[in-house]
């Protein structure tokens, strides 16, 4: 679309091409609406692409985010996506010394299997009926609660008739997490693979009064209905490109290289003003929807910026020749890499590791957890490579905020790793190093993004994925109708910093829609 050729008028402009923008331009196109979505970057996705990090290497990976668990498959059926999610035979395996003996938690292969996994490591019965309890009160919480994500938002007193459970509302909504956690599991194991959930992308102790932590487990363990999260075929860039034809076929059309500077609003209607190689130009519209962080949002419309947000997390992307075998030979790598396999997350690791984080200390044990889509989806390799045993592992660590790569980010990095790896190979009956493969330059296949890394990559305010703490999902003061309101009347905010945003769900998308088409 050239600069400088006046200005065009359409229904909705929204500002962003990630999965959220392009959701809401695909709703609002099949509704007949005049959509255009600017888009800064040459291509779309945001954070939710797939790539080939390393040159040579016929592997897409899914660089930044990388499993689906909270995308509603009525926004796939309403949208005639074609996009399919694959489920993971095992859950998670865990490794840990005890006795002096190299053994493990494998979770999943069956209910009997996972059951014997359990005595194996904790000598008796009590920590699986305690696991079978706690799960169960989290899936009838997912029941109730994963369908009003598509809804107007509920107030607290609705969801909390909707839930019907006490126990459950208290343990999830109104005590840290913590207590949850301490008062039904004794195994300090098991109690860190529970706490986990809540610890993704938020740097939070299992007793935060602020319960952050408690919103990120909720969103953690309601997806679909059950709380799986899934590998997508393709990569995460399947979605993205599945949902970018959707909205042009409906007719919306995307603007690559157009990066939003300013909106201007008048509460009738808005005009967005971007830049281009070429120039500037400017877009007017009844609807803005910005799909980008609440910072941006103030920032394009010169409204006083919140607090910043603050990542806490490292993104590790590798691609092996071979999986590395483990010190617990009791275990096949195949099994133990397929679902999450969790490193230096016991639970009294996790609260060492934030107690030193907190403190301006790299955590001298960096807790992490890994994942290899290729197993379950080796369509993400070139036929050479998967004929060959070659697999991916990305690799998520937490409890890393932002701050602490102030000082010099690459250098804090690649310290960083050095000690993450190091906590794997604790392990691994053989070095990881020894299974990397290689680019077309001879440099081995691993790269590592810090928060500063994702502020810059993906304008992350803070490197926080989640763009700002997770929200409850219900409505509070200010929250409006469907979470994407904001303070400019016809400007939405449908990128995950709204109410029921962060991670790859296109709820705020679908929201924002539907706000526009109500109106």
């Not at 993906?458 to 703490?469: E, M, S, V």
Request: charged share 20%; net charge negative.
């Amino acid at each position: 679309m050239p600069a400088n050729e006046g200005t065009r008028t359409y229904d909705a402009v929204i500002v962003g091409g990630g999965h959220n923008g392009l959701v809401a331009a695909a709703y609002l196109a099949r509704a007949g609406r005049s959509v255009l979505v600017l888009e800064r970057l040459d291509h779309t996705g945001g954070a939710a692409v797939s790539t080939r990090p390393f040159a040579g290497v016929e592997a897409r990976l899914s660089r930044y985010s990388y499993l689906v668990s909270l995308l509603p498959q009525k926004i796939v059926r309403d949208l005639g996506l074609r996009f399919q999610v694959r489920g993971r035979t095992i859950s998670s395996y865990t490794p840990t010394e005890r006795g002096g003996r190299a053994t493990g938690l494998l979770v999943g292969g069956g209910e009997q299997r996972t059951r014997e996994a359990f005595a194996r490591l904790t000598g008796g019965e009590r920590e699986y009926a305690a696991w079978e309890r706690f799960y169960g009160m989290t899936a009838r919480v997912a029941e109730r609660v994963f369908p009003t994500l598509t809804e107007p938002l509920p107030g607290r007193d609705e969801l909390r008739r909707r839930i019907d459970d006490d126990t459950a509302w208290r343990a999830l909504f109104e005590e840290p997490i913590g207590v949850a956690v301490e008062e039904n599991f004794t195994d300090d194991l098991v109690r860190g693979v529970v706490l986990t959930d809540a610890l993704i992308g938020t740097f939070a102790d299992a007793h935060d009064p602020s319960l952050a932590q408690n919103r990120c487990f909720l969103y953690h363990v309601i997806g679909g209905g059950t709380g799986a999260w899934d590998v997508p075929v393709g990569g995460m860039g399947a979605l993205t490109d599945a949902l970018a034809a959707a909205a042009r076929s409906a007719g919306a059309v995307i603007a690559t290289g157009h990066e939003a500077v300013r909106v201007d609003s008048d509460g009738k209607t808005a005009e967005v003003t971007y830049r281009t190689a070429d120039g500037e130009g400017v877009a007017a519209a009844r609807h803005v929807l910005v799909n980008a962080s609440p910072h941006e949002l103030a920032t394009l419309m010169g409204d006083a910026a919140p607090e910043p947000a603050e990542g806490a997390q490292l993104k590790v992307n590798m691609l092996l020749t071979r999986l590395p075998r483990l010190r617990d030979d009791s275990v096949d790598p195949r099994e133990a890499f397929a679902g999450t396999f969790h490193i230096a997350e016991g639970y009294r690791q996790l609260a060492t590791a934030h107690a030193q984080a907190a403190a301006g200390e790299l955590p001298a044990a960096p807790p992490s957890e890994i994942y290899c889509h290729s197993l379950t989806d080796p369509s993400i390799l070139g036929p050479g490579l998967a004929g060959r045993g070659y697999q991916t592992l990305t690799l998520f660590g937490l409890h890393t905020p932002a701050r602490l790569f102030d000082r010099d980010n690459d250098a804090v990095r690649e310290e960083l790793l050095k000690s993450t790896l190091a906590q794997l190979d604790a392990h691994l009956a053989e070095p990881l190093a020894d299974c990397l493969a290689t680019d077309a330059d001879g440099r081995p296949c691993i790269e590592a993004k810090t928060p500063l890394d994702l502020e810059r990559d993906l304008r992350l305010p803070g490197g926080n994925i989640f763009h700002r703490a997770l929200s409850w999902p219900y409505a509070q003061e200010g929250t409006g109708r469907w979470g994407v309101e904001t303070a400019h009347p016809g400007v939405l905010l449908c990128g995950a910093g709204a109410v029921r945003g962060g991670g790859v769900s296109g709820v705020p998308g679908h929201n924002a829609a539907m706000a526009v088409l109500e109106s």
